[in-house]
C-alpha cells in the first residue's frame, strides 16, 4: 500500500471561502428553455466512420506513396506484360541469360532491337516481361489468399470466441485437426487430383489457411467480450448480433487487418516454398517465388536473376505492411486524437 | 480442473483419430505407391513385397491394422529403410536436431521480437519505431531460401575464408549441426520470419494497450514507467501473441523444410517432406501424429497460458 | 570414432604403409594424407545387398562387399572373391574358384556364403525388388515366385572354394552380373544373429571383405570409410578414409566444394559447371549409360498417328537443344541403346556396330510429315501437353523441347510437370500423351533397353504392340550365338526406329569435378562411382 500524502500547507478541512460582494439574487437567473432544434444541430458535417478514416489516411504521407506503389505494381503486372515487345514465354536460345539492359538480337524474334531492361533467364525468356507477369500470379496468389482467410476465418472466430463453452471447444478441436494436417499432402494431392496452377494453390492455402485467422479472432474474442463495455451493453439488454457487429467486431479489427496484411506476404511466401519443393505454378507461367527458386543455382553467376525477382517481393511486403500499419492506426476506434 | 483435464484428453484422442483417417486415406488417394520404381516390378516379385508390407489387403483393412497397431504405440516400420528402422526410432532419430533447432530459434524471436515490438510500440511514431519495423518487415520479406543461401555463401564462405588468416579456422562451416558455430546460421535463419512477426503483433498489440483507460489510470496513480510497462502493459499486450506461438512453436520445433535441407540438419522438416516424396506410408503417418499430437500439445499449453495471463479468462469446461 | 582419431590413425597408417611401398613398385607419388571427402546426398535406406535398390547403398556397397568379380575402371569384369572360373561349352554351368579371402571378423569367404547370399535374394519372405535381377539363375523364378523351392535354384557351394551355377538361358552379361551388388555374398551365421531386419542397418550389423570397411555410421550425416588391411589387394588400395555426407541440397554441397570441404563434386547443371570453371577447376566428364526420350502414348488419337510421331522425331535439332539448352557434353541420340553397351565383338559398342537409326533436323521433311499426319486425323491442328519431373532443369528442358517443336511444326505443347511419383503413376496407368523420361541400364547387353518394348511388358507405357517385335525377342532370347543375337538386336531397334513409340533425344554425359590431385577416380555406367584405386597424388 502507498502512504497517504498530504500537501503541505493545507488542512483537511477546508475554510468557508468568503466571496465578498458577490451575492446574487433569485431573478438574477433566468429559464430560457431548451431550444430543440439548436441541441440537434450539426456544427460540423457528419463523418461515417469510413470517411473519417480516408481522410485520416490521407494524412498519412508514407501510407499514401506505399498505396500508389502497390497500384503501380498491380497496374504494372497487368499493362507490362501486353505492352512489352516480348511474352513471357517466347525462347531465344542464342540469347540466354543476357545480363541487363542488353539488346536483343535474336533473329526472328519481334522483339528484334528492342531492350531486354532485366536480360534473359536460362532459356532467354526476357526477365522484365517475366517478372511483370510473375507479379499478377504472385500478387493474385496473395490476395486470393487473404480473402479467402478473411471469409473463413473471421466469421469462425467470432462464432467460436462468443458463443464459447461446448461449442467453442469442438470448433476449435477442428481447427487442431485441420491444422495437423500436412499442408504437403493437401496440395501434392490437390495438384494432381486438379490441373496444376494458380487455382490449386489457392484453393490448398484456403483449405489450411484460415485457421491461424480463426484462432486469432476467437482469442480477440474470448478476452473482449469479458470487458466491461461488452457486459455493460449486455446488460443494458444489446441483441446478439448488435454485441458482436457494434461491440466485439470492430475491435477484433486491428488485429485482423494486421494479420491479413502479414497473410499477403506469407501467401506469397507458401506459393515460393512450393515452388522451392517444386510443386509452385506451372510452367511457362512464373510467379516471383518462381523466379528466385529458377535463379537459386544461378546465384553467384547472374546474382541479378534472383536479385530483381527478391526485391519486387521485398518492395512489395515492405509496401504492403507499412500500409496495413497504417490502416490499422486509422482504423481504430481507440487511436484516434 | 479434474474435468477439464479428461474431457480435453478426450478431445485430444478424437482430434487424433480424425487427423489419422483423414491422413490416411488422403495418402491413400495419392498417385503411386512406395514401391512403384522407374523401372516396373515383375509381377511375380510385386506379390511377395506387397505381402511383406501388407499391401495386398484392401485399403479399408489396412486402416483398421494400423489403427490397432497405433492404438498400442505400434506405428511399424519404415518403407523406406527397408523394415530396419521402426518409425518411432526414424522420429526419435530426427526431432532432437529439430526440436534444439527449432528452440534455440523460438528463443531468439521471442526475445528479440518482443523487445523490437515494444521498443516500437513506446517510440510509436519517431525513428525508433520506423527502425524497429523496418527490421521487422524486412524478416517478412525475404523468402527464407533466398535468406539462407545469401547467408550460407556470404556468412559462412566468403566471411569466414576472409577470416581464416586472422583466426587460423573457418568460423562458420557452410553445413552441418555439430559444433556451436555450425548451429549459429541456422538458427538465426529460422528466427527471423517468426522474430518479425511476434514484433508486429507485439507492436499493435502494445499499442491498443497503452490507449487504454487503465494504463491512463496507472499512470495517473504516479506510477513509475518501468512499473507500467512491465506490469500493465506486458502483461496485457501478450495475448495476442501467446495465440501465434502455439502453431508457430510447433511448426518451428518440428522442423523447418528449407532451412534443415540448405544447412545439412538432420532433422524433421527434411524426413517429412522425403517421406512424402518417396510415399513412405507409414513414416508419413508417424510424423503427422506426432506433428498433430504436438500441436494439440502446444494449443493447451497456449489455453492455460492465457488463463495464467488474462485471469478474466476461465478455463472453460 | 571421431574425426580427429581416425585422422590420427590414417596418419600412423600411411607413415607405415609409405615406409612398406617406397620398397615395392613404383607406385604412385602418395599425399601425406590419403583421405576422400564427399557428398552422397542421401543416408543409404540399407547396406543389405539382398534388398538394397538405390544408388547411393550401391555406392557404399561396392567398396565394402565384394562379389565374385569386380568391374575395372573400364566395366570390364575382373576376378574379385572368384580367382578363376571355367565354363561349360554351352554357357550353361559355371564353376567358380574362390580366393583366400576373409570376412572383417576374420572368417573365411567362402561358396556357402554366395549360395546363401543369392538364395537370401530369391527368398519370397525377403521380398527383394532386385529379386528378378537373378532370374537367369536356373528354377530362381520359380523359387521366387513361391511355384518352386530353393533346393531347385541352379546355385551350388560343391566345397568351401568352389561355386557352381547353372544357368537357365546362356547370357552374356553374367561375369559383369557377378559384380552387381544384389550378387554379393552374404555370412549365414552372421546373418542370422543380427536378424534379417537388421543386417546392414548399422555399421556393426554387417562384415566386410571389401578394400574399405564402414568405420562410422551417423544416421542421416555421415558414413566413415576406412581402408580393409586384410583385403586381398590392399596394396593397390591408398585410401585410408573416404568420408561421405549426406546433404541434401546441391547448392549447399557445391559451396562446400568450393570452401575446401569436399575433394569431389558432381555438377548437376551448366550453371554449377560454369561456377566451378570459374573457380579453376577442371571439368571431367562420364556417361552413366541413360538415354533420354519422348515416349508417345499410342492410345492417344493423335499420337497413335505414326506420321506426326514421325515429324516430332524429325524435326528436333538435337546437336543445337543439347548446344544452347542442355549444356554440356550429353551426344544427341539417333537411336535408343546407349553407346555404353557392348558389342557383339571385344572393344566395340553395340552402337559404334549398328550406327544411328533415325534422322534429325530435317524441318522440312517433318512439316510435310506432320501435314499429312493432321489430314490423316481430319483436323488442322493438334494441342497436346508433355508430362516431365517438377525438378527445375527437367522442366527446363521440357519446356525448350516444347518450345522447338512449336516453332518448327506449330503444334501447341504444354508442359505439365508434376512430382516424381506421380509421372510414374500417369505413365503406369498410361494417362498421359507424351511423356520425358530417361533409361538407364541394368547389365551390360542391348536386352536391358530392347525388351521394354515388349508386349505387354510392365515398362512399355506406349502400348506399343508389334508381333514382329516379340518374335525377334523371342528368338534373341533363345539364341546362344552371340554374333546371331546382336543381329537380331540391330532388327528389333530398326523395327522399333521405324515405328517410333519413342523420340530418342540424347544420351546423357553427366559432369563432375575433383581438387587437381585427387587421381584414380572411376565413374561410368556401371559405376556410379569407383574410388577402389583412388589416390591423392602429392604436390
Known sequence: ?337 | MYKFIATRILYTVLALWLLATVTFFMMQAMPGDPFLKPKALPESVAKNVRAKWGLDKPVVIQYLVYLKNAAVGDFGYSYYYKGSRTVAQVIGAGFPASAELGLRSLVLAIFFGLLLGIIAALNSGKFADAFAMFLAILGVSVPAFVLAYLMQYFIAFKFSAALKPLLGFRLFPITGWKSEASKFLPVIALSFGSMATISRLMRSSMLDVITSDYIKTAKAKGLSRNAVILHHMLRNSLLPIVTVLGPMAAAILTGTFVIESIFGVPGMGRLYITSVQNQDYTVIMGTTLFYGAFLIFMNLLVDIAYGLIDPRIRLAD | MNIRKILVVTLVLVLALSVFAVGCKAAPKLAEQQVLRMNIGTEPPQLNSTISTDVVSFDVLRHTVEGLTILDANDKPIPGMAEKWTTSADGLTWTFTLRDATWSDGTKVTAHDFEFGWKTLLNPDTASEYAYFAYFIKGAQAYNAGTGSAADVGVKATDDKTLVVTLSQPIGYFLDACAFAVMDPVPQTFYEKIGAANYGAEAANLLYNGPFTVSAWTHEQNITLTKNPNYWDAKDVYLQTVSMDMITDTQAAFTKFLAGDYDLTGLASSDYIKQSEAAGFTTKNFSDGSTFYLEFNLKDPSMANQKIRTAITYALDRQNYIDKIVKDKSQPALAFVNPEIKGSVAGKSYRDEVGNLIKDNQTTAAQDLFKQGLAELGVSTISVSIISDDSDLAIQRASALAESLTKNLGIEIKVDSMPFKSRLQKMTDKDFQIVYAGWGPDYNDPMTFLDMFETGNGNNHTSYSSAAYDALLASARTETNTAKRYALYKQMETTLMTDLPICPIFYRIRSYTTIDSLKGIARSAFQDINFRNAYVEAS
Not at chain 1, 537459386?296 to 507499412?322: D, E, G, K, R
Open chain 1, 1 to 337: 500500500m502507498k502512504k497517504k500524502r498530504s500537501l503541505p500547507g493545507l488542512s483537511p478541512i477546508a475554510p468557508p471561502v468568503d466571496y465578498g460582494a458577490l451575492v446574487f439574487a433569485e431573478n438574477d437567473f433566468e429559464v430560457v428553455g431548451t431550444d430543440i432544434e439548436k441541441s440537434m444541430a450539426m456544427v460540423r458535417p457528419s463523418i461515417s466512420y469510413w470517411r473519417d478514416a480516408w481522410r485520416r489516411l490521407k494524412m498519412n504521407k508514407i501510407a499514401i506513396a506505399c498505396l500508389i506503389f502497390i497500384g503501380i505494381m498491380a497496374v504494372g503486372s497487368v499493362l507490362m506484360p501486353l505492352i512489352s515487345p516480348f511474352t513471357f514465354r517466347e525462347q531465344h536460345w542464342d540469347e540466354v541469360k543476357l545480363p541487363m539492359f542488353t539488346i536483343c538480337t535474336e533473329p526472328g524474334a519481334a522483339g528484334i532491337g528492342k531492350l531486354h531492361i532485366f536480360g534473359t533467364d536460362a532459356l532467354g525468356r526476357d526477365m522484365w516481361t517475366r517478372v511483370w507477369s510473375g507479379g499478377q500470379v504472385s500478387l493474385f496468389i496473395g490476395l486470393m489468399a487473404a480473402f479467402t482467410n478473411f471469409v473463413l476465418g473471421m466469421p469462425y472466430g467470432l462464432v467460436s470466441g462468443f458463443v464459447g463453452g461446448r461449442v467453442d471447444n469442438v470448433m476449435m478441436r477442428i481447427v487442431e485437426v485441420i491444422n495437423g494436417i500436412p499442408y504437403l499432402i493437401v496440395v501434392t494431392l490437390l495438384m494432381v487430383v486438379l490441373p496444376g496452377g494458380v487455382t490449386t494453390i489457392i484453393l490448398a492455402m484456403a483449405v489450411v489457411g484460415w485457421t491461424g485467422l480463426a484462432r486469432l479472432v476467437r482469442g480477440q474474442v474470448v478476452s473482449i467480450k469479458e470487458q466491461e463495455y461488452v457486459i455493460a451493453a449486455k446488460t443494458m439488454g444489446a441483441s446478439r448480433s448488435r454485441l458482436i457487429f457494434r461491440h466485439i467486431m470492430p475491435n477484433t479489427l486491428s488485429v485482423v487487418i494486421v494479420s491479413l496484411t502479414m497473410a499477403i506476404p506469407g501467401a506469397i511466401f507458401t506459393e515460393a516454398f512450393l515452388s522451392f519443393i517444386g510443386i509452385g505454378v506451372q510452367e511457362p507461367a512464373a510467379s516471383w517465388g518462381s523466379l528466385c527458386q529458377q535463379a537459386q543455382s544461378s546465384v553467384f553467376m547472374n546474382t541479378y536473376l534472383l536479385l530483381i525477382p527478391a526485391a519486387f517481393i521485398c518492395l512489395t511486403m515492405l509496401s504492403l505492411n507499412l500500409f496495413g500499419d497504417a490502416l490499422r492506426n486509422v482504423l481504430d476506434p481507440r487511436m484516434r486524437k
